[in-house]
């Protein structure tokens, strides 16, 4: 027995496979200036001291950080580095949106 497909409505949510939500302004960085005004932000300012400790002091380190630089800085939990991760690339994107493809990070 095979599985039904429904018919093509035009309707995308059903089909739609779960991603994150990089491009629907989950986060407005425009009025960050530091690293502790996107930690308030995103809601995680308990942080500030450990990016801090870790060296990060502008926004521009901030954007070259992988999954393994969040836990080295203590970090541990996961949905904690997950949204920090995500922000991370939604500040990249916006950077490179704003400043065109040739901008490396």
Do not use: E
């Amino acid at each position: 027995m095979s599985p039904s497909v429904a018919p093509n409505t035009g309707d995308l949510s059903s089909s739609r496979i779960a991603q994150p939500r990089l491009d629907r302004g989950l986060f407005d960085f425009t009025s960050c200036a530091t690293v502790d005004d996107w930690l308030d932000t995103i809601k995680l300012g308990q942080y500030k001291d450990n990016f801090l400790m870790g060296g990060y002091r502008s926004l521009g380190m901030v954007m070259r950080m992988n999954i393994d630089d969040i836990r080295s800085l203590g970090i541990s939990l996961i949905g904690h580095q997950k949204k920090i991760l995500t922000s991370i690339q939604i500040m990249r994107a916006h950077l490179i949106n704003t400043l065109g493809p040739r901008m490396h990070l």
